[in-house]
T-cell receptor, first 116, second 111 residues
Framework: GAVVSQHPSWVICKSGTSVKIECRSL??????MFWYRQFPKQSLMLMAT?????????EQGVEKDKFLINHASLTLSTLTVTSAHPEDSSFYIC????????????FGNGTRLTVT | DAKTTQPPSMDCAEGRAANLPCNHS???????VYWYRQIHSQGPQYIIH???NNETNEMASLIITEDRKSSTLILPHATLRDTAVYYC????????????FGKGTRLSVIA
């Protein structure tokens, strides 16, 4: 079945630094990928829609200059948290869907970001 | 996406069937019912989806009422590893629309 891989699975960084998270579709091509964020004991919140070859679409309240999304190929989207602060500490999850008809969205295993 | 309503939590004895209900009374004709689950500190895992017919796969069964206003996910023989938060989501199947997650049902399987 379709597999979505995220890297790294966890990262600790200092306040003010930037962190890049990668999301890859391993056995299918994805023109669209989605990035979610999940705080403790809360549900997943959609942050942005990543479109291959064009600008990402951000949800209301998500700063596009802080969360940079690049979708340069049909199998890779990256999320860069710039100038990270402790309040950015969260669980970041990506998802993608094969273009095959009737295929559901599949999710990566998430990246736990801790900003100290 | 149409809104869904799920009980916040449920318990189930190991080895018994777990029946998780979901109300989606405002579902529209082209929207599918999707079920995902999230085990602690992992990404959501796809379980099953359906439009109007009942569906079964190796993980679970999905029973959708005739009026499509509600559905039930059935795990036939729950194990401790099925302890997770289960999300019922309705979503149009066309295009690249994201999944919008509600609060889900926290299922605890008890030995």
């Amino acid at each position: 079945g379709a597999v979505v891989s995220q890297h790294p699975s966890w990262v600790i960084c200092k306040s003010g630094t930037s962190v890049k998270i990668e999301c890859r579709s391993l056995d299918f091509q994805a023109t669209t990928m989605f990035w979610y964020r999940q705080f403790p004991k809360q549900s997943l919140m959609l942050m942005a829609t990543s479109n291959e070859g064009s600008k990402a679409t951000y949800e209301q309240g998500v700063e596009k200059d802080k969360f940079l999304i690049n979708h340069a190929s049909l199998t890779l989207s990256t999320l860069t948290v710039t100038s990270a602060h402790p309040e950015d500490s969260s669980f970041y999850i990506c998802s993608a869907r094969s273009q095959v008809d009737n295929s559901p969205l599949h999710f990566g295993n998430g990246t736990r970001l801790t900003v100290t | 996406d149409a809104k869904t309503t799920q009980p916040p939590s449920m318990d189930c004895a190991e080895g018994r069937a777990a029946n998780l209900p979901c109300n989606h009374s405002t579902i529209s004709g082209n929207e599918y019912v999707y079920w995902y689950r999230q085990i602690h500190s992992q990404g959501p895992q796809y379980i099953i989806h359906g439009l109007k017919n009942n569906e079964t796969n190796e993980m679970a069964s999905l029973i959708i009422t005739e009026d499509r206003k509600s559905s039930t996910l059935i795990l036939p023989h729950a194990t401790l590893r099925d302890t997770a938060v289960y999300y019922c989501i309705v979503r149009s199947h066309s295009g690249n629309t994201p999944l919008v997650f509600g609060k889900g049902t926290r299922l605890s399987v008890i030995a």
